[in-house]
């Protein structure tokens, strides 16, 4: 297990690495000049030159990136062109927004789509056919379009919830329930899946036959071994809501780390630009290492050497 987790982290770095390669070519590439972006429209030349040599702008692409990767692995992402203000304490300034709404909004999609999707698979008929109709309904509405709906509904027609920003609990209901709502048709549909591959195998049989409950067969010996892949899309879906949720924080005006991004892409802020997918993309793979090792608990069968 030791030597799995140690070739697992150095996967995780190599992992960052190329996704900073490929992010840090594609800013260096962008049609802007960040010098004149800190300087402002209307500073003469001379600043601007000035500001290429402070921020090492003037300097070839490996020694920017190598600059770049030294100051980070001491904690220093930079400073936002926009704003001036320290890229890393930007994010974590943020981050506990997105991360309770990522939360709550994969506890609602877990709670709805596990739920629904034992319950299809083990009733049949009028019950199974409404679990369709929400399967089909939830793969095929928009995230946005539904926040919308959701806020014309319970924020403007029947005012029960604010219609945004981040004003305790309240705020964060509409917003999570649109992600876990939305999310939630995929672990239906996974655990429906699951649940049936593992109900036709022959030690269910065997427990039925031994006159085990049928709540006992289902719950001890089937649930069990049927969650591997809602596991593994568990730990995908966290990871990415962590990273951000831009469409549903762009709706919902909730002040996470995706408008962030956005932001930056669209003031072409290429330090916080760094910062936000470089964050991102650690929370991702931190949560399929974690996911990967939670395997061994759902199933003593697995090993890592």
Known sequence: MAAYVVRRVVW????????????FA??????TDPARMVAGPNAPPSVVNNIHHQLGLDRPFYIQ??????????????????????V????????????????????????IGVTTGIIVAVKRG??????????????????????????YVFAYKFPIFP?????????????????GVSQAAWYTRMTRAGMLEV?????IRTARAKGLKNSAVIFKHAFRNAMRPVVTMFGMDLGYALGGLLVIEQVFGWPGIGVQAWQAVQNQDIPMIMGTVLFASLLIVVANLVIDLLYALLDPRITYG
Do not use: K
């Open 12 to 23: 995780l770095f190599f992992t960052l690495f190329i996704v900073s390669v490929i992010t």
């Open 163 to 179: 219609l945004g920003g981040t004003g305790g609990f309240m705020s964060l209901v509409l917003p999570a329930f649109t992600f």
């Open 126 to 151: 009028v019950v199974e056919g409404f679990a369709n109709i929400f399967v089909l309904v939830g793969l095929a509405l928009p995230q946005f379009w539904l926040g919308i709906i959701l806020l």
């Open 65 to 86: 990136y190598a600059n770049f990767v030294n100051r980070a692995l001491h904690g220093d992402f930079g400073r936002s062109y926009r704003t001036q203000q320290e």
């Open 26 to 31: 594609i800013a260096f590439l962008m049609p």
């Open 88 to 111: 890393l304490p930007a994010i974590m300034e943020r981050f506990p927004y997105t991360a309770e709404l990522a939360i709550l909004g994969v506890l609602i999609e877990l709670a």
């Open 199 to 203: 109900l036709s195998e022959g030690y």
